[in-house]
């Protein structure tokens, strides 16, 4: 699991990833062309576990339209000290 220190750094490769390889995540549900990626967990330093969620649209020329981009808290991360 990823720490969430570095946002910008998290993003600007999770996005060259999709600049990438965009034909390769899949289709939403019902959808003709909205693609949902999901990053790996990410750690935010209070242990609330994190994942960045991007809509985006692979177009003809083969650009990537970003659409939206949400964060989502899974939970939290049990600490050493409550073990």
């Known amino acids: 699991m990823g720490a969430l220190q570095d946002v910008e750094g998290i993003l600007a490769r999770e996005f ?3 600049a ?3 034909d390769l995540i899949a289709l ?4 003709a062309s909205l693609r949902i990626y999901q990053t790996p967990a990410l750690l935010r330093d209070d242990g609330v576990i994190v ?4 809509y985006c649209v692979l177009k003809e020329d ?7 981009i949400e ?3 899974e939970g939290t991360q049990a600490r050493d000290a409550e073990s």
């Open 16 to 18: 060259y990833r999709l």
């Open 20 to 22: 990438c390889y965009t």
């Open 28 to 31: 939403a549900p019902g959808s």
């Open 51 to 54: 994942r960045i969620v991007i």
């Open 62 to 68: 083969d650009t990537v339209e970003l659409q939206h």
């Open 71 to 73: 964060a989502i808290e």
